[in-house]
């Protein structure tokens, strides 16, 4: 019988965790799972934990403990690291959303298991040493995220590729002026009309900080200059990325709007399996397929993620915490959406970059400029 792929998940409540999981359903011949990580929805976990039984279940939460299951319960960053540390792992599915996700990475990465990254945060907080810990240790890093999981399925040879070409769905506001913008009620922000995720990538989606994020992320995973990082709108989320060759030829990855075939095929890597997949792709039924520039007036973050791409060092660093903090101000009410990406374009101005940070000045600049936006946030909202 063929040996099952042993695997972990951190943030396995959320979007992207609980999509892992009903591929892993699909495919329980191929998987067997280690660990399972949530933060503070101790009730799905526990659910989770009877599906699933993995060998530990690790949580955030102060005052709730998961309880009549066989695992091993843990608890916080400690119980993350003991997780990303454990070498029974073929792979660990990094689900978490923002900076959590960047020591349970590095701790993987450390113990050379391969990660399959949905986490775009910690690519963009440190990805300069992700990346090249990873090549130290021989350890192979998947994009979960569609449009890097795109590119990384059209790529043979980088060195042959003059231009990767990121598709965006242009959000909720991609057809609203910036008046109406500016007017957005949180649950306007959080109406995406393509994908259903967690809330903090949804604001991202809705400023098209995400995509700005994902340009820094691209530039780490495939190791391309910004300059030749394009961005290009694309209402119906079908074509999630493309690369131009040398010679012209351009090669687009497919599908059907759905995570499941992205975390698949990162989960999966090298191989394919049949899996989730419910509906064969049909170019007749789909009928068109729109492309347009898009509106850098209207959604400066794009202009602010490329700046801070070309400045380095910890600059991403910089954007990364104050847009975290800005978005967390914007779901409580605190500041309006336009201001999400105002603070973060200030935050960068009086930002002093520190090149070839260490991680621990990578640790520092968050937490400071963290403390910052907080404090400008409160000038804000008052
Ligand atoms: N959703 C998508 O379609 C999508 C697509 C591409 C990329 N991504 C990226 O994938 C990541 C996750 O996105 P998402 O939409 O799945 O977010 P989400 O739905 O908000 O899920 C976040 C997960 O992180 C967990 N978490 C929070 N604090 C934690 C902690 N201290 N320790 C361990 N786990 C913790 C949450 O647990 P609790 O809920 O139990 O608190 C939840 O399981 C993000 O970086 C996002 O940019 C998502």
């Not at 916080?76 to 660990?92: H, M, P, V």
């Not at 060092?313 to 910089?318: E, P, R």
Request: charged letters at 25%; a negative charge.
């Amino acid at each position: 019988m063929e040996k099952k792929r042993k695997i972990s998940i951190i943030g396995s409540t959320g979007s992207i965790g609980t999509q892992a999981l009903e591929v892993i359903e699909k495919l329980s011949d191929k998987f067997e799972i280690i660990a399972l990580a949530g933060g503070s929805n101790v009730e799905l976990l526990e659910h989770q934990a009877k599906k699933f039984s993995p060998k530990y279940l690790c949580h955030n939460a102060k005052d709730k403990t998961p309880s009549g299951l066989s695992a091993e319960i843990l608890h916080g960053e400690e119980g993350l690291e003991q997780i990303c540390s454990n070498k029974e792992n073929d792979i660990i599915l990094v689900a978490c959303s923002g900076k959590i996700g960047l020591k349970p990475t590095l701790k993987a990465i450390k113990n050379g298991i391969d990660i399959a990254l949905a986490n775009k945060e910690t690519l963009v907080m440190a990805g300069d040493i992700v990346m090249q810990k990873a090549c130290e240790n021989g350890v192979k890093i998947i994009p979960v995220d569609s449009e890097h999981c795109a590119i990384h399925q059209c790529i043979k040879d980088i060195k042959q590729v003059d231009k990767l070409i990121i598709t965006a769905s242009g959000g909720p506001f991609l057809h609203k002026s910036r008046e109406e913008m500016q007017k957005a009620t949180v649950k306007e922000a959080l109406s995406h009309p393509r994908w259903h995720m967690g809330k903090k990538i949804t604001v991202d989606s809705a400023t098209l900080m995400n995509k700005g994020l994902e340009i820094i992320e691209a530039h780490h995973l495939f190791g391309m200059d910004y300059d030749d990082i394009e961005v290009v709108v694309h209402p119906q989320s079908i074509v999630h990325s493309a690369i131009e060759y040398k010679d012209g030829s351009v090669i687009a990855q497919l599908g059907l709007p759905s995570m499941h075939i992205p975390i698949q095929y990162a989960i999966s890597y090298p191989e394919r399996f049949e899996g989730i997949k419910s509906k064969s792709f049909s170019f007749a039924e789909i009928a068109r397929l729109d492309f347009e520039k898009p509106d850098f007036e209207k959604f400066p973050a794009l202009n602010l993620a490329y700046h801070a791409g070309k400045t380095g060092g910890s600059a991403t660093t910089c954007l990364n915490a104050a847009n975290e903090e800005a978005v967390f101000a914007f779901l409580d009410g605190k500041i309006t959406l336009c201001k999400i990406v105002d603070i973060v374009e200030k935050m960068l101005s009086e930002h002093k970059v520190i090149q070839n940070p260490s991680i621990d000045e990578i640790f520092e600049v968050d937490r400071e400029v963290r403390e910052k936006t907080q404090n400008n946030i409160r000038k804000f909202s008052n």
